[in-house]
């Protein structure tokens, strides 16, 4: 006769009854209760962090991808912009090379932040963003729009340094290996070239700001956002080895550009001088000097040595950005209507004719997602409620929902 099995009714680790725990998991020969489970999780956790925390120089190393594998996986996701992958590559190779270095090298790297100017929707944050996907490091992303110098109404520049660490999940040796993309740059430019007598609390002062978080030093950053809760307890940051991507669209930028070449005198001379000059993309001949005529303080342009540009997407650009990439956004879309059951076909008329409206409104490759969005919306909306199985994009049926989108947007021009 087989031996009955005891099912105990008391955690094996505590030793408290079942009546005094919330949940009691029980085995033929332990149990554990609730509170126990989650002392175990902790402890595990901290574990895990203790060995993420020990020094593997010489294995990050071995881990670290090459440029050509960098430029390589950046291919997979976007679309063109080589120059922009090849400096973006190189300097996020060099940035973990730096932190990888032995402590005793007599040679001290510097810093390889960049800065990216492109127009809007050219993949500026795209870039950034598949860079810390890549590296699994954490990654941030803030709007430079929001800043303003400390004492005034808005987010301060440690507001930057409190996102990195909510999606390091408060780890700080994590967060101080990041990667910070700073959007919309261009916004806080002065105005002119002069600095002014009166306070420029979102243009100057904040430049001012971003100076120490740059350059590497150690900043107390409140967690919860200093002027709203400014009792809380701080935590020290060292941005010394936190990687700044800055984005701008730089706006009117050509202008400089064509002055510093003197594109814009005339007589044989000049001409000859100048004609090998490509006036459609003046910004790949950009140069620090242009941005510090355009309102950066010399001192942040300093602070971000890797200077690159990304080129206007042209159609045939924008067509592979559309099928290509591997979350193109007509792999999204089919892949939603997959779950439902329904297969989703595009005509070539019709991704051509998508296209064509994003070259018309100029609203580059961020702006394929509200066309697409445009023409998907009332099938979105009923299929899952339908019996049919299959749907087919073709140019009519594309024409038919764009035609509000159309009117909208020439009202927005306008």
């Keep these: 006769m087989a031996k ?80 922009a992958k090849k400096y973006l590559s190189v300097a996020v190779y060099n940035h973990y090379k730096r932190i990888n270095q032995k402590q005793d090298e007599d040679v001290d790297l510097e810093k390889s932040n960049i800065l990216l100017v492109g127009e809007t929707g050219t993949g500026k944050t795209l870039l950034a963003n598949t860079i810390a996907r890549m590296l699994h490091v954490p990654f941030a992303i803030v709007d430079a729009t929001v800043l303003t110098e400390a004492g005034y109404v808005g987010e301060d520049v440690e507001s930057i340094l409190a996102r990195l660490l909510q999606n390091a999940d408060y780890n700080v040796k994590a967060a101080e290996k990041g990667i910070v993309f700073i ?43 200093g002027r709203k809760h400014p009792e809380q307890k701080m935590i020290s940051v060292n941005t010394k080895n936190i990687l700044f991507i800055c984005g701008g669209a730089f706006d009117g930028i050509e202008r400089k550009i064509g002055q510093r070449l003197n594109t814009q005198m005339i007589g044989y ?25 355009y309102g950066l303080i010399p001192e942040i342009v300093g602070r971000l040595p890797i200077l690159t540009y990304l080129k206007p997407l042209d159609q045939q650009a924008l067509r592979r950005i559309l099928t290509e990439p591997k979350n193109a956004i007509v792999k999204q879309y089919t892949h939603l209507f997959k779950m439902d059951g ?3 076909t595009f005509d070539e008329a019709a991704l051509d004719l998508i296209v064509g409206k994003a070259v018309e409104f100029k609203i580059g490759a961020r702006g394929l997602r509200s066309i697409c ?42």
């Design 4 to 83: 009955k099995e005891h099912t105990p009714h008391n955690c094996t680790f505590c030793g408290r009854p079942e009546n005094e725990v919330q949940v009691l998991i029980t085995s033929p020969h332990a149990a554990i209760c609730n509170d126990c489970l989650q002392n175990a999780s902790l402890i595990m956790e901290e574990m895990f962090q203790r060995e993420f925390d020990k020094p593997a120089r010489h294995k990050a190393a071995e881990k670290l991808p090459k440029p050509r594998e960098i430029t390589a996986f950046l291919d997979q996701y976007v679309i063109g912009q080589d120059e």
């Design 183 to 225: 959007d919309e740059l261009d916004k806080i430019a002065r105005k002119s070239d002069n600095p002014s007598i009166t306070r420029d609390v979102s243009g100057e002062g904040v430049q001012q700001g971003l100076l120490k978080l740059l350059e590497g030093s150690v900043v107390n950053v409140p967690p919860q956002g």
């Design 373 to 414: 969005e445009a023409i998907m919306i009332d099938a979105m909306y009923d299929f899952p409620s339908s019996d049919k199985k299959s749907l087919q994009i073709t140019r009519d049926y594309a024409e038919e929902k764009l035609h509000r989108f159309s009117a909208q947007q020439k009202l927005n021009v306008a």
């Design 269 to 293: 001379g000049v001409v000859h001088k100048t004609a090998h000059i490509d006036r459609k993309n003046l910004l790949q001949y950009i140069a620090p000097s242009d941005l510090k005529s």
């Design 342 to 344: 329904v297969k989703l």
